[in-house]
């Protein structure tokens, strides 16, 4: 920093404000140190910076599934709101397990965070509210009573509500629900399908699947083998929805003339031509935005009570479902 300084003729504290983005710095004196920095192939050391200053600028993020794209789209939200404020992201993910889980926020609480982002954990509450006690903590896509941990969510309930409502008004009687198992947003989702379901005068038929493209394929090949197959499946995400497709379509079957198929999340993957899901939507960069202003808002403006964020998700109609065809009298 003080081989940037003398190159560029001005202080070690002007290159300092410079390289936290401040906007005391004059937009002349400013380039001048960003191109002293660049000759002399200088980066600040963002750890060491923070230990200097006793200011953490890193926010830390552990991410549920990396292969899901509802993630990277709430992280993309994450990004940009802790930009806007000053902040650089630490990202890993726990594989969707406990124990990994476990090492990776570990990982990332080592690295003194001013707050930390867990999307859809699978850890149990008591390794949540240790962590908090370090420092602040969200969580997206799961819910909690710690009063010293904040949360972000959408609606599961009313969002797969949308979705029975949508397909019972195409006609659709027997209608399955692939329930995501014990991924931390299935419970409400399944509770909102039966709530719908019973509402209807229908019975619900819950197969038991997971949140993966290899789980959907798994479960329309059992139902296949049953021989007992619905008009119409509601999938526990897009990813879940995509795999249940191409299990369909290999045996046949088309989607929807045979069997609507409606997602979750409105992931970028439903919204590409050859796909054309019908999904609920949830904001996926507004749940990330929410997140870190969760975050600064306990750590700057020492917030002691939770904040309980939930959004309102919303249906968006493609060319997966449609009205049954007029011989299926499906089971369940």
């Avoid at 997206?140 to 969510?153: E, G, I, P, Q």
């Avoid at 003339?257 to 992931?267: F, K, L, P």
């Amino acid at each position: 920093m003080e081989d940037v300084a003398e190159r560029a003729g001005v202080s070690r504290a002007l290159v300092s404000l410079v390289m936290r983005n401040s906007p005391k710095v004059s937009e002349q004196r400013r380039a001048a140190v960003l191109r002293a920095a660049e000759e002399l192939g200088y980066a600040p050391h963002v750890m060491a910076r923070s230990l200097a200053s006793r200011t953490a600028t890193v926010l830390g993020v552990m991410v549920s599934d990396l292969r899901n794209a509802f993630f990277a789209e709430v992280v993309e939200g994450l990004d940009g709101a802790a930009q806007a404020a000053g902040f650089d992201l630490i990202l890993n993910t726990g594989g969707r397990s406990p124990s990994r889980e476990r090492a990776a926020l570990r990982s990332l609480l080592s690295f003194r965070p001013a707050g930390i982002v867990l999307l859809s954990p699978v850890l149990p509450a008591a390794a949540i509210e240790a962590a908090a006690e370090q420092c602040p903590v969200v969580l997206v896509s799961r819910s909690s009573r710690l009063a010293t941990v904040d949360t972000v969510n959408d609606d599961g309930e009313a969002g797969a509500a949308l979705a029975v409502d949508h397909l019972v008004g195409l006609g659709h009687r027997h209608i399955a629900h692939l329930d995501g198992g014990g991924a931390a947003t299935s419970a409400a989702r399944r509770k909102g399908y039966r709530a719908a379901m019973n509402r209807h005068g229908l019975r619900p038929w819950v197969v038991r699947s997971e949140h993966t493209d290899t789980a959907g394929e798994k479960a329309v090949q059992e139902l296949l083998s049953t021989r007992a197959l619905p008009t119409a499946l509601l999938a526990g995400n897009d990813f879940n929805a995509v795999g249940a497709i191409s299990a369909l379509e290999e045996a046949g079957l088309r989607v929807p003339a045979d069997v609507s198929v409606v997602g979750y999340d409105n992931t970028s993957l439903a919204a590409l031509k050859h796909v054309s899901l019908t999904t609920v939507d949830q904001p996926r960069t507004e749940m990330g935005r929410l997140a870190v202003e969760a975050l600064l808002e306990r750590v700057r403006g020492g917030r002691r009570d939770p904040v309980r964020h939930l959004l309102h998700p919303s249906l968006v109609v493609r060319a997966t479902t449609g009205s049954p065809r007029p011989d299926a009298h499906g089971e369940g």
